[in-house]
């Protein structure tokens, strides 16, 4: 079973059908949609620097704006021990520049939850809980989170945490997916969100 299948049992067949075609097969061929991001916003300003060392990792960027074209690609992988990976690629296109938002996902029976290390190679690790919304929507929120050093992940206390929330649905009248990401720090408050649409490009 796909690990999004896998992770939301019967939940699944409650997701709008649109969102069930997209998850259903994320492990067997690759995906790859486009559109625009309405608004991206990048939080606190003195993060600048830290984000734009992100930009090597293909995790952060300092760049905000407003209807930034973007990509999103997810390609299914094997792991170094035989598990079902799926590899996501978000590229933004910031006049000229390409900015990454990169992961690494995969399913842990144990636990019931998503894996996810963020950026290449890896400097995050957040656990990953999906729920689906009473309009068919899939929500997804960051619990436990790690710095990742190679080979090394040291369990992060909230505070310098980031909380990630993630809706996306489908917009019948329109055709389109719907995204909205947000990632919050108990302090700092805000350390990036952004919001747009996209559709199939496969």
Same mark, same amino acid.
């Given at each position: 079973?796909?690990?999004?299948?896998?992770?939301?049992?019967?939940?699944?067949?409650?997701?709008?059908?649109?969102?069930?075609?997209?998850?259903?097969?994320?492990?067997?061929?690759?995906?790859?949609?486009?559109?625009?991001?309405?608004?991206?916003?990048?939080?606190?300003? +003195?993060?600048?620097? %830290?984000?734009?060392?992100?930009?090597?990792?293909? %995790?952060?960027?300092?760049?905000?704006?407003?209807?930034?074209? $973007?990509?999103?690609?997810?390609?299914?992988? #094997?792991?170094?021990?035989?598990?079902?990976?799926?590899? +996501?690629?978000? &590229?933004?296109?910031?006049?000229?520049?390409?900015?990454?938002?990169?992961?690494?996902?995969?399913?842990?029976?144990?636990?019931?939850? #998503? *894996?996810?290390? %963020?950026?290449?190679?890896?400097?995050?690790?957040?656990?990953?809980?999906?729920? /689906?919304?009473? @309009?068919?929507?899939?929500? #997804?929120?960051?619990?436990?989170?790690?710095? /990742? $050093?190679?080979? *090394?992940?040291?369990? %992060?206390?909230?505070?310098?945490?980031?909380?990630?929330? /993630?809706?996306?649905?489908? @917009?019948?009248?329109?055709?389109?997916?719907?995204?909205? &990401?947000?990632?919050? @720090?108990?302090?700092?408050?805000?350390?990036?969100?952004?919001?747009?649409?996209?559709?199939?490009?496969?």
């Amino acid at each position: 079973m796909p690990i999004y299948s896998q992770v939301l049992g019967h939940e699944f067949k409650k997701l709008h059908p649109m969102l069930q075609q997209r998850y259903k097969h994320i492990e067997e061929k690759p995906y790859k949609g486009s559109g625009v991001m309405k608004r991206i916003s990048g939080g606190s300003k +003195w993060m600048f620097l %830290l984000k734009l060392m992100g930009t090597r990792r293909k %995790l952060m960027f300092p760049e905000e704006g407003t209807f930034i074209p $973007f990509t999103i690609q997810h390609k299914p992988k #094997i792991g170094e021990v035989g598990e079902e990976q799926v590899h +996501w690629e978000r &590229v933004f296109y910031f006049n000229g520049k390409k900015r990454y938002f990169n992961a690494l996902m995969s399913f842990d029976p144990d636990r019931g939850i #998503i *894996k996810d290390y %963020l950026g290449e190679p890896s400097v995050m690790y957040s656990d990953l809980a999906l729920t /689906v919304l009473e @309009n068919g929507g899939l929500h #997804i929120q960051s619990k436990r989170q790690r710095a /990742v $050093f190679g080979k *090394k992940e040291i369990p %992060l206390p909230r505070f310098l945490q980031g909380i990630a929330t /993630v809706v996306e649905t489908f @917009n019948d009248k329109r055709g389109v997916y719907e995204i909205y &990401v947000s990632v919050q @720090n108990p302090i700092m408050g805000t350390i990036f969100s952004y919001e747009g649409e996209f559709t199939n490009d496969t």
